[in-house]
């Protein structure tokens, strides 16, 4: 056995303990197994020893076993480390073996090319996912819970792109998982894991921050800040516009700020809204919308007979307002409807609904007031400042019915009494 054909020997046992490595071993063996190929290649160049045809089939089979490993040396060793044994060695241009990387990408199997095209899709619909909901929040400015969703999101998807990189793989296996080598199905299932994440944050973040800002909207109410809630009800609006509940609490603090001209376009978006979404969305917060619209149509832009004709779809179906909620509704549509009857000068009807009204709420303030004021108009001034006096008094122990009320409503009631007072003192 000549030189040549003991460094092709070497080579074949080099190839066999590559063979028989486990992923720790592969590294070294395959360097092993490379230097090896360099003997042989030097051993043929030099002409001294001639190969029999038998140690050539031998090489040839060898060689081709190698090629077969590619795929797992390029997998487990990394493009990295080849690329740097490749350097140090200076290999000549036509030593395939020291290209064992490209060999893998050109034998890369039908399944793993699916795989990697799955991954690329996967995280290139995350990035889009990412874009489009960093978009819609940037329209409402910054806030904790966008903020902290976007970074959530940038940082899963830095995560899944990193599995494209050698050194990111590398960072990837030492970080989660000595088992996982990122690359083939692992890289697409990590990017998929990522895809479905990000799917979540874009289905689910716009409306939590919405929420945020409509619990700020609230909040700001409360405090008295009315201005304020209202510019975050309308950020909460622009990220959830399907939201009946922040359109609700939109226009009563539109009401609050007396913007009563946009509080009465909410409260006739807030109707087409629950009626576009269906029997579902007609519920007692629908029913008691089209009341307070009613009421502004009659105090700002008198509107009679729009209220009217309003608070009659209310009472045909005052029947599917909840139990609780019914006699209240009720009491209301009958105040308001008795309201635009005497604005109308119908002083006897609207007699006749207010105290209807006050059958169904003994307390109801808004309506003695008014049934006072029909008194009045019918000449019963006696019975006229009873309501009147009755309607201070309710005033004076629920507090809260003030917001039933304009504040000239408690001026005028408070005046009349007053003066009707008077010639009792002087007498």
Known sequence: MNTVEQKITRYEEAVNALEQASDAQLSAATLRVLIARDKVALAL???DDVASPGSITLLSQTDQRVTKLAIRIDAVTGRKSLGSW?????????????KLDELADSQQPWAKRIWTFLAVLSLTAAIGLGIDTFNLLRTVGSNPVSTIGTLIHAGLTFIAASAFTESGRDWLINTFSQN??????????LALVVLSISFGLWLYLPGMTARYFRRQ???????GLTQSAIANYQQAIALEPHSLQTHMALASAEEKATDYAKAIEEYKNIIALAERIGPGALDDSYYLTKIKLARLLILQEKSYHKALAILESVQQRIDQVSGPNRKLYFYFVLTYSGWAELELGHDESARGD??????????????????????????DQKNAMAEFSRFIRILQEDPSQREDVPLEWIGDAQEKLTREALPQKSG
């Open 354 to 379: 207010f105290s209807a009204a006050i059958s169904q709420r003994e307390n109801g303030a808004a309506a003695h007031y008014l049934l006072g004021r029909a008194l009045e108009k019918l000449k």
């Open 45 to 47: 160049a030099d002409g």
């Open 86 to 98: 490749r350097r140090a060695r200076n290999a000549a241009a036509d030593a395939w073996w020291w």
């Open 217 to 223: 909207g609230n909040r700001l109410t409360g405090e």
């Open 180 to 189: 996982r080598r990122f690359k083939g199905w692992s890289r697409a299932l």
